[in-house]
């Protein structure tokens, strides 16, 4: 499965399923690509009746790492279907619903759930019936069996369930994050999806690069750093969002994390920076937006200085002193950049699980008081009144 061996792996510690979804992530991007082939079809019909409507406005939602997809989406979404785009967790949804819900606007919704079982995940979608006189629903999750995947409604609605592999049985989100993040950007870009197969093998080709230099990843995770910082600009910003709430889970909250763009970390947050934080940046492909990215570098470097300081870049190298730069490709940029969430959040899955072992967790299941679980709990979902 891997270069870990059984030495110090999930296989001795726990975290058997939490390693197993993570080295398993390249595959399972080939077969969710493959399901999307199979379903062009009835995708691109959906999503061409579902935006016929000129003013419509789509929101990305979820809640949890579940939002974090729809971070990465929002362009991808805006360019492709040039409909206007927002992504809005269900958190947010549900408490200010006519903040994001309109009325007379029409939407199409399109929800992210690992299981479709989080009680705003499905207060969402009905919150949607309710208010929206016209709502279509795309439901992209990883349970058959989930709430939202057998959610009954007069509103048109496109159910695309993700392999069951997707469907982690590990407390973090780590195959189905990236499953589902791969899914929404193959739908948004449907009607090319035959040509996008090139795409998909070179977003594996560099997984499998990060996953086999695993390594690297532990040594980084061993260092002795009290906060962590990601950074990302763009479609990344959402990859910064789910890395920092990754090491936060696998840890249980020992590591305490802090998430930006780079242009935003000037602005108050890079006070967090000191000789405890490891700071991992995850560079654009983008040559006007590397510019912003190599200004805020230079200004790191000239400041407090980190504990370590990593980051991420699909091709070139940096003049700028790093104390790691993982580079994806030797041959010159090949993705393009709305695929380079795919696999930017590895080094942070890796990272997490490595440290959660160092820190004698069990990456399956890190948090013994149950404070955070695979499902949240005790959430009610209270009637929502339009007149209030």
Not at 75 to 85: A, F, I, M, S
Not at 162 to 169: C, I, T, V
Not at 312 to 340: A, C, M, R, Y
Request: charged share 20%; glycine share 8%; net charge negative.
């Amino acid at each position: 499965m891997n270069n870990l061996g059984t030495k110090e792996s999930g296989l001795l510690k726990g975290g058997v399923h939490t390693e197993r979804e993570i080295w398993g992530q390249p595959d399972l991007w080939q077969k969710v690509y493959k399901q999307a082939i199979i379903e062009k079809d009835s995708l691109s019909k959906f999503i061409t009746n579902a935006t016929l409507n000129e003013d419509i406005n789509i929101i990305l939602t979820g809640a949890g790492s579940s939002a974090f997809i729809g971070l990465s989406l929002i362009g991808t979404y805006k360019r492709n279907l040039q409909k206007q785009t927002t992504a809005v967790a269900t958190t947010d949804l549900v408490t200010h619903p006519l903040d994001f819900l309109d009325p007379d606007v029409p939407v199409l919704l399109i929800s992210f759930a690992r299981s479709g079982n989080s009680p705003e995940s499905v207060a969402a979608v009905q919150m949607a019936d309710q208010i929206c006189s016209t709502v279509s629903h795309l439901i992209i999750t990883c349970d058959p069996e989930g709430e939202l995947a057998n959610y009954t409604t007069e509103s048109p609605k496109y159910i695309f369930i993700l392999p069951g592999e997707s469907n982690d049985k590990s407390l973090a989100m780590t195959g189905s994050y990236s499953g589902m993040l791969l899914a929404g950007l193959l739908i948004a870009r449907i009607n090319e999806i035959n040509e996008l197969n090139t795409q998909i093998q070179t977003v594996r080709k560099y997984a499998a690069k990060l996953l086999e230099n695993s390594s690297a990843f532990r040594q980084i995770a061993e260092l002795n750093f009290q906060r962590a910082v990601f950074l990302g600009s763009g479609p990344l910003y959402g990859t910064a969002t789910e890395s920092h709430l990754k090491i936060q889970e696998l840890t249980n909250g020992s590591i305490i994390c802090k998430k930006d763009s780079f242009l935003g970390f000037r602005h108050g947050p890079k006070v967090v920076v000191d000789s405890t934080t490891l700071v991992f940046l995850l560079f654009s492909n983008q040559s006007y937006v590397l510019n912003y990215e190599i200004d805020l570098l230079n200004e790191l470097i000239s400041g407090q200085k980190p504990l370590y300081m990593a980051g991420l870049i699909e091709s070139g190298t940096l003049n700028q002193q790093l104390d790691k730069l993982f580079e994806l490709s030797e041959t010159g940029v090949q993705l393009d950049e709305d695929f380079l969430p795919v696999c930017s959040v590895l080094p942070a899955q890796m990272i997490g699980y490595f440290k959660s072992l160092q820190l004698g967790l069990n990456p399956d299941s890190p948090s013994a008081s149950g404070a955070i679980s695979r499902v949240v709990k005790g959430v009610v979902i209270y009637p929502y009144n339009t007149g209030n």
